[in-house]
T-cell receptor, first 114, second 113 residues
Framework: DSGVTQTPKHLITATGQRVTLRCSPR?????VYWYQQSLDQGLQFLIQ???????AKGNILERFSAQQFPDLHSELNLSSLELGDSALYFCASTLDSYSYNEQFFGPGTRLTVL | GENVEQHPSTLSVQEGDSAVIKCTYS??????FPWYKQELGKRPQLIIDIRSNVGEKKDQRIAVTLNKTAKHFSLHITETQPEDSAVYFCAASTGSGYSTLTFGKGTMLLVSP
């Protein structure tokens, strides 16, 4: 157990819908990263937050947004869902914002868009 | 931005053999290279990392080598065991507070008894 929690574990929804994925980092970690994992694309970095502020942005679609709250948990919002958004979404946390820290991954949320 | 290429995409070996996974990166400023292991249905976990001030690092049966001139690094697993079967991801970053990890697409390693 990495200490990072994600809810829900599974999510099944329809095209056009909106969902929210939640992540709680390890106790004491200030930085949260979101990744999308699909079969042929490996781990695609979406976005990073550090202590409530957006720190870095990767290949995140405009239909997706995220935020980190004062208690440091983070939410990833996916809207106008398409079939291609079906994937495993991981969050990871680190103590600070430096990328040479070990990233501790949560168990992931598997999103299925029908 | 950084681009990380990983080969092979799948690798099958017999138990006891060695396995080598290779990655190349594009950004010469990258100086931190971790490897993550993801077992089936589980989360990725860091298994070893190397920084650009060293050329090789070992941890029991696992070693990573780095060639900064050629911009490539490799993961070596000796005396493979069935429990080594997993997907392995390499990654690279500049290590700064505003840089992030760029992952390769992964190598599925299958170790047959």
């Amino acid at each position: 157990d990495s200490g990072v929690t994600q809810t829900p574990k599974h999510l099944i929804t329809a095209t056009g819908q909106r969902v929210t994925l939640r992540c709680s980092p390890r106790s004491g970690d200030l930085s949260v990263y979101w990744y999308q994992q699909s079969l042929d694309q490996g781990l695609q970095f979406l976005i990073q937050y550090y202590n409530g502020e957006e720190r870095a942005k990767g290949n995140i679609l405009e239909r997706f947004s995220a935020q980190q709250f004062p208690d440091l948990h983070s939410e990833l919002n996916l809207s106008s869902l398409e079939l291609g958004d079906s994937a495993l979404y991981f969050c990871a946390s680190t103590l600070d914002s430096y990328s040479y820290n070990e990233q501790f991954f949560g168990p992931g949320t598997r999103l299925t868009v029908l | 931005g950084e681009n990380v290429e990983q080969h092979p995409s799948t690798l099958s070996v017999q138990e006891g053999d060695s396995a080598v996974i290779k990655c190349t990166y594009s950004d010469s400023a990258s100086n931190y290279f971790p490897w993550y292991k993801q077992e089936l249905g589980k989360r990725p976990q860091l298994i070893i990392d190397i920084r650009s001030n060293v050329g090789e690092k070992k941890d029991q049966r696992i070693a990573v080598t780095l060639n900064k001139t050629a911009k490539h690094f490799s993961l070596h697993i000796t005396e493979t065991q069935p429990e080594d079967s997993a997907v392995y991801f390499c990654a690279a970053s500049t290590g700064s507070g505003y840089s992030t990890l760029t992952f390769g697409k992964g190598t599925m390693l299958l170790v047959s008894p």
